[in-house]
């Protein structure tokens, strides 16, 4: 049997003893602090990141970890962090943690999924309009002394065609603003989603990189999207395109592109993230795509602007503040999503558990021969672990939870209040 599935036989009780502690990394906003602070949370902020090893020192006694993009949080991480109940990722993206190694601990985790759409769509058509202008090189040769006026290669938005691979929440933005821009938008996705406005779908892939003059990614990083944009895929796209990625840096073969860029078989990019990213502001950073014309080069800043982080700030602190206050776990996206209502005179117990047959089984008898009585029970699953909350009467809770904490199927139990 793994560590992360052996039985504790002594639950773990709510830290109603002890106060909640949050470590929050990486300057998240204080709209987080501010979240934290109503529910009399503990909270230690640190400016920059970790690594693991600095990680697993800070993490004794640590309930709830806030990091954004550059925090690792590693099954290594989570093995020696035994006091850490959930992990928030104040960004849109969650791969910086080990989601599978999480779910077998019993540590839901949560994102920011939509506060930051907007200001991602934004910087997106400003780089649209900048890219169709050649305003990244006018403005360097400026700054250099160079007086280069042209109309050459310069062109109007208004009237080209903007294809979004990924019609999420940032893409669907996207389309809208692009069509009041009096752009033809065409999307498309894995799934089927509804048009917004006058954007059509296509059916392909190659479909869309065939008619679109601006090509913008908002797909997630997956093994289905690693590579997304190679070779193959650059020589669909029309001559003079432009590439537009904001989603993850694997999505792109950097080389391809920048042979595309060099040959003059794509008529620009604006790419935001890369394949390998600086742990901090205080790192070199190096790319093929250097010094070539007609590129926009920027470090990750999709959603870095003030009213998103104190949105993403807001957003992870009240889901995982929630989590911590009702053992809620909507919205996590490794976890079994549960949210029962409080109930007045009851006690709460939860429990992680393998799913595997007969643990509620086991469960239901032990609070049987206790002779309690449960108030509400509700119980979710996926392939790996079951999630049970019971509420039920206060003078057995506490050996209610030891008793299922001893069961061999069991990861997590502990009485919430």
């Known amino acids: ?78 093995e020696n962090a035994p006091d850490l109940l959930s992990v928030g990722c104040f960004c849109i993206g969650t791969n910086q943690v080990d989601l599978v190694a999480a779910n077998r601990r019993g540590v839901p985790v949560f994102n920011a999924p939509f506060s930051n759409t907007r200001s991602v769509a934004e910087l997106m058509i400003a780089e649209i309009i900048l890219l169709a202008r050649q305003i990244g090189d006018r403005s360097r040769e400026v700054h250099t002394g160079v007086w280069k006026k042209t109309a050459t290669h310069c062109h109007e938005v208004r009237g080209k065609t903007l294809g979004v691979v990924g019609y999420g929440h940032i893409g669907q933005q996207l389309g809208v603003i692009a069509e009041a821009l009096g752009m033809r938008v065409l999307y498309h996705d894995i799934m089927a989603k509804l048009p917004m406005g006058n954007n059509r779908a296509l059916p392909t892939l190659n479909a869309l990189l065939e008619q679109a003059d601006f090509i913008s990614l908002h797909v997630p990083e997956t093994p289905e999207t690693r590579d997304l944009i190679g070779p193959d895929q650059i ?87 929630h989590f911590e206050t009702s053992g809620a776990t909507t919205g996590a996206v490794n976890f079994p999503r549960v949210d029962l209502p409080p109930r007045r005179g009851t006690h709460r117990v939860l429990n992680v558990h393998r799913n595997v047959p007969g643990v509620l089984r086991d469960v239901n008898q032990i609070v049987s021969d206790l002779d ?35 069961l061999k199927t069991n990861i997590r139990t502990r009485v919430l209040y």
């Open 235 to 321: 020589a669909h796209m029309k001559k003079g395109a432009c590439l537009l990625n904001a989603s993850r840096g694997t999505v792109v073969v950097i080389s391809a592109l920048a042979e595309a860029l060099r040959t003059g078989h794509l008529g620009g990019a604006a790419i935001d993230v890369y394949p390998e990213e600086p742990e901090s502001n205080d790192q070199q950073f190096h790319t093929e795509l250097q010094n070539l014309p007609n590129v926009i080069l920027t470090p990750h800043i999709g959603g870095s602007t003030e009213e998103a982080q104190e949105a993403i700030g807001y957003e992870v602190s009240h889901t995982i503040a």
């Open 1 to 78: 049997m793994s560590t992360a599935e052996s039985p504790s036989t002594a639950p773990q009780t709510h830290p109603a003893q002890e106060p909640v502690k949050v470590l929050l990394l990486e300057n998240i906003h204080k709209s987080a602090l501010k979240r934290f602070d109503e529910e009399g949370f503990q909270v230690e902020m640190r400016s920059g990141a970790l690594g693991e090893d600095d990680l697993i020192k800070a993490l004794p006694g640590v309930h709830l970890l806030g990091i954004r993009s550059k925090t690792r949080v590693t099954a290594r991480v989570l």
């Open 372 to 406: 309690a009585n449960i108030n509400s029970q509700v119980l979710a699953t996926d392939a790996h672990i079951g999630y049970l909350i019971i509420d039920m009467e206060q003078n057995v809770a506490m050996e209610v939870s030891r008793r299922i904490a001893a």
